[in-house]
């Protein structure tokens, strides 16, 4: 009887730490992808402005 309360327990605790786990484990790679986002989304915010830039400053390579 001990050793079915003790594999009971533990078979809860495994899956209680496994559930801990996992979660932790998404949360992290929902973060790492928001900044990956916000990272590539601010890199072609800056290119879209260095474009604009050249442009305006090269006007003579544009045809405008």
Not at 1 to 28: A, C, E, K, N, S
Not at 42 to 56: G, I, K, P, S, Y
Request: hydrophobic letters at 50%; aromatic letters at 12%; charged letters at 20%.
């Amino acid at each position: 009887m001990l050793v079915f309360v003790t594999t009971v327990i533990l078979y809860v605790f495994g899956f209680v730490f496994l559930y801990g786990v996992v979660r932790l484990g998404v949360r992290h790679g929902i973060e790492d992808v928001e900044t990956h986002r916000a990272r590539m989304q601010r890199a072609e915010e800056l290119a879209a402005h260095q474009d604009r830039t050249f442009a305006r400053e090269n006007a003579f390579l544009t045809g405008s």
